[in-house]
């Protein structure tokens, strides 16, 4: 299995193994099978409905009809797309790419954005409830991309935190706030406001580079591991402070 991901409203799982994607239900049975994809997908991300899913691959995205009743949607931009996360209110996806830069569309008539400048490898790539930023790992910063009716374009990034000598290895926006929480390569973690740009420190620098980070669902904790075996639950007194 290289990709899986679940639906937290209708409990669609899917996941991927070689070119082919299995969909089921949250019950376990099988909803779809895509098999003989043109290549092997690099992430996943279900519409914000659960009714379609988005497969990041080599040139592009995918996008899926789970039930079956229309053709494929295809989003093309050249090279290799290694994740992909579609925003909240449906209008965007966006992916990371080899090239150390993202990828974004906006699906209302296809426009693509480019947002590059990164110095090493995105990834981990999120937004905001609110879908008002698009929020990356790859610098030595967290960056977050604002995004509007007209797209993430011509905008610069909003920054916050930074580490010496460290890289962001991993994002997670929080499930209600535009706060996000970042993991760098020497195990520390930070939380931030995005638009004042303030970042506490959380978890001190240990346990090796942050592989996973993710907030509970009411945004009151977050859940940190490190690729040296370190489990770190980090719990907030206020989602906003």
């Known amino acids: 299995v290289d990709n899986a991901i679940s639906h937290p409203v209708t409990g669609h799982r899917a996941w991927s193994v070689g070119r082919t994607l299995h969909v089921v239900d949250r019950d376990g049975a099988a909803v779809a099978c895509f098999a003989g994809l043109e290549s092997t997908p690099a992430g996943l991300s279900f519409s914000p409905d659960g009714g379609q899913l988005a497969v990041a691959r080599y040139n592009g995205v995918t996008l899926w009809d789970i039930a079956g009743g229309a053709a494929p949607t295809e989003l093309l931009w050249r090279g290799s797309h290694t994740a992909v996360s579609w925003s909240p209110d449906g209008r965007y996806i966006v992916t990371a790419t080899q090239d150390r830069d993202l990828h974004c569309w906006r699906l209302s008539d296809g426009k693509d954005f480019r947002m590059s400048g990164y110095p090493s490898k995105i990834r981990s790539i999120g937004w905001t409830a609110s879908s008002s930023y698009i929020c990356a790992s790859g610098a030595d910063t967290v960056t977050s991309w604002y995004c509007d009716e007209t797209g993430p374009g011509g905008k610069p990034a909003l ?22 929480a970042a993991g760098y390569d020497d195990g520390t973690v930070l939380i931030g406001d995005i638009v004042a740009g303030d970042a506490l420190i959380a978890k001190p620098p240990g346990g090796g580079p942050v592989s996973s980070i993710d907030w509970a669902p009411n945004g009151q904790s977050l859940a940190v591991g490190t690729r040296g075996g370190v489990y770190a639950s980090i719990h907030l007194d206020s989602p906003t402070s």
Do not use: K, R, S, W
């Open 159 to 180: 920054e916050l935190g930074f580490v010496y000598n460290g890289t962001v290895m991993q994002v997670a926006p929080h499930p209600e706030n535009d706060i996000v």
